[in-house]
Every structure is written in C-alpha cells, then in structure tokens.
C-alpha cells in the first residue's frame, strides 16, 4: 500500500467535481430514499479497469480522509487502488470490522455480510455501506422489496449475486437497527438495499 | 451570473466546501436508512447564527444543485425576513432559481410549515430543526436519551403524555408533537404545527431534518409509517378552526390569528402564504377580502 503511484496510469476523475458529485449524489440519494429504484450514473465518470462506473462515481462523491475504504482482493494493488487514493484520499483498511465503505468487484466474492460493521447500538449509522458489483441489475431471481421508501412493493432481478445473499439480507434486516446498507452497481446502474428494507425471493 | 467554478467566484459552490458536503451527504445516507434516527454531523459555522436554520441550510447545500428550483419558507410564509434572505442566499452562491410556487419547487425548505399543497415525488423537503431530541424536555442527558432510543424505552415519553391528559384533560402539545417512524425510533418533526403531522406519513417527497446547533441531521423516506404518538381513548387529533380563511375563505388549511388593532379587532388568515394567494388568485374569496394586507408582496430580489 506504500509504494508510489505511477500517475501515467491513473484514469480521471469527475471533470467538473463538484457539479457531477452534486448530481452524483442527488440520484444516489434518491436511490436510497427509494429502496430498489434504478439510478443511471452514466454522466458521471469512466472509472479505472475493474471498477464500474457507477461504483466510480460513488466512490469519488461519498470517499475522503475520513472514510477508511475496504477493497475486495481483486481490487487492492491494482489501478483500481491507485485511481481511489489519488482521487478520494482515503485511508484503505484490511478489517473488513473498520470499514466505512467496502468495495467488492464481484459478488460471488462478497464476504459475508456480518462480516463488516453492523453499527452500534446507540450510533448505528457507524456500520460498513457495502458496494457490490453484480453481472446485471435485471435478469436475475425475482426479489420483492418493501419497507420505508417503497409505496407497496417494488421487484428487481439483479443478476450474478452469491448463493444465500438474500438469506444474508433478510438477516441483516431481522436486526434493525444494526445493519449494512448495500448498493448494488452493475456497469452505469445503482440501486439501494438499506437496513430497513426486507427482500424475499418471489415464491412461484 | 457567473458561472458557477469561474475561477473568479469567491465562494465555493453553495458556499460549503466539498469535504463538508461529502460528510454531510454520508450522514443523509446514513439518515435515510434509518427513518428517525439522528445521525450526528460536523456542523459548520454558517454566515446566520443558531436558530436561524443552520441546519436546513447545511442540508440544502449538500443537496442542491443548478437544475433546482429552491422554495424557502417560514411558518409558511415566503415573505418572511428569515425566508427571503436563505432564498436569496441560495439565489447567489448556487446559481439556482427561487419560486413562491410550492408546485414549482423541487427542494422546499422550511421552518416550522408543511405546505397545504400535497408534496410530489420530485421534491425534497428540508426542516430547520431546533431541538431534534424529542426527548431532551423529558431527560437532559444526551448519552440517556442515545440509550433510550437504542433500546427503543420510550415510556418516559408515554408518561409525559398521559401527564398532559391529566392535567389539561387532552394532549395539549400543539407543535413538535412526537411523532413514531415505522413503530422504530421516536422523533420530533421539528415545531411543525401537529395539523401537518399526517402529511409526514405516506410522504411521496423525501424528508430531511437537520439541526445546526445540536449537530443532527435525520430524514423520513417516502412512503413511510409516521404516526403520532396517542391513546386509545384520547386519540390524535389536529387542530381545527370555527373561521375560514379571512382572504381566501380556505376552511381546510392552518390559520394564523393576526391581531388588527388595540381594540381587539382581528382576522384569521392562511399560514401557507402561496397557498391563499393561489386561491385568491383562482377567485375564491373570504369575509375580509380586499382587506390592506389583501396583496402579494414580495420584495424585488
């Protein structure tokens, strides 16, 4: 993690930083708000290879010093690590416990949920947000979301997620208000899963 | 106007800087993913003191950006001191259109007023808050009031309720009324008059709350259970009025009571400005219509 950046091979970043992280962050924002709702980010930046877009531009709006950044292992050493610590800044960590955010490259990969920050009684808003790239937002199991933020109900289909995720979901959800808050990026799309949504694989 | 990174601009966009609006953008996230929860946040000294909205505007310049349409309010009026200086602010270090216009709007904030025209999907709407702990009249101590919401012991409030009941015979809280989001984390809605308590449930807007002294921001999503907090036998009920509207004749939204002279003389009128000058406007008319204070007046920008 100390060795010096080869900046010939860091990509750019936002052009304009703070109209696109502004712009970023306001679909970002919706997309929380509204649990399974797709946010396209395409505007916003052609992140480095490994790296989707929209993870990118995630990475550039919400990452600084303040944020210690867990890097899934295909990520770590490679120019996706050099483009995040020249662009954002931000502290990386080994401990998936000590993360702020946590990247993950591919979802087959993802640690188990439990294994990031669940938050602390009395400060739960201190748990990992946990973004995971996927092969697709659509295409996948029928899942049905409620909960804050979703009128009824709301089904999406993301593609390429490990056997037992939604398991993991659920659980993550039983213990409100612990809990991670997942984002799922696939290529320029993003939608949310926060703590306070329930996911149930459709019966049938 | 200058464009807004013309290297000449002396403010940074929306005057807070970019690091103080990523930790105040991580905060909403964090804020909307626990509906009612406070999430505390680094509050930066602002160019107004405490109390004067703080909060809703370290909210507003996280969020905003040159495609908004930025509304502000005080106890519903747009006309008010308080408003109409954030909304110039806003005007001038975010390059942003302002409005009256409730259903042009697509970031309203506000101090103490939900507007009668029911919120849209497109709009955000920002509180001032004042004192985001419900609890803090019932129990001083931050780290109690933290445990008791960790662990969800809200009997004390439930207490402070039925003392109410007992000594005045109903629930005599009229604004600030707490308020329970998804039978979770008890919350002020900020002094908002309780009349507006059941536009906070089922909101299709996106409602954020931040409180610049006390350091918090928390947020309600759409679509969310609200529900202030009763009993069976004294149940919630808002206020209501035996007058209509003096100007716009409205019997449906909340009045102001506005004393006229020494003799007693006074008229009831529309606290949501824009609402009763839109009704005025569309024809309708109240016993004082035509009255002095019967006119728009906002001051040019």
New interface residues.
Partial sequence: MSQTLDLAKIHPGFL????E???V??K???A???PGSVADLAFAVDGPPGLDCAAAAVAL???????PVWLDPALAGGEAEGWIRFHAGCPLTPETSRA?FALVARAQDCPPLSAFNQGD?????RST?VIVQVAGLEGGEPVVLTG????TETVIAPRGLPHGFWEQLETNNAQ??YGV?VMLVAGQLLLAL???TRAQIRKG | MTPSNAPERYYNYAYLDEQTKRMIRRSILKALAIPGYQVPFGSREMPVPYGWGTGGIQLTAAIIGPEDVYKCIDQGADDTTNAVSIRRFFAKVADVETTEDTGQATIIQSRHRIPEKPLKANQVMIFQVPQPEPLRGLEPRETETRAMHAYAEYGLQYVSLYESVSAYGRIATGAGYPVMIEERYLMSPSPIPKFDNPKLNDSEAVLLFGAGREKRIYAVPPHTTVRSLDFDDYPFEVQTWEQSCALCGSEDSYLDEVDLDDAGQKMFVCSDSHHCAERREAGHAGPMAGHALDQSKEPAP
């Avoid at chain 1, 709006?61 to 944020?67: A, C, G, N, P, Q």
């Fill in positions: 304009d930083p703070v109209r992280s502004q712009a962050f306001r970002v924002m919706d929380v708000a509204r709006t919400l990452f600084d010093f303040e944020t702020a009684a009395k400060y739960p808003d947000t804050p933020g979703i009128k409100f208000q808050d926060p703590r306070s």
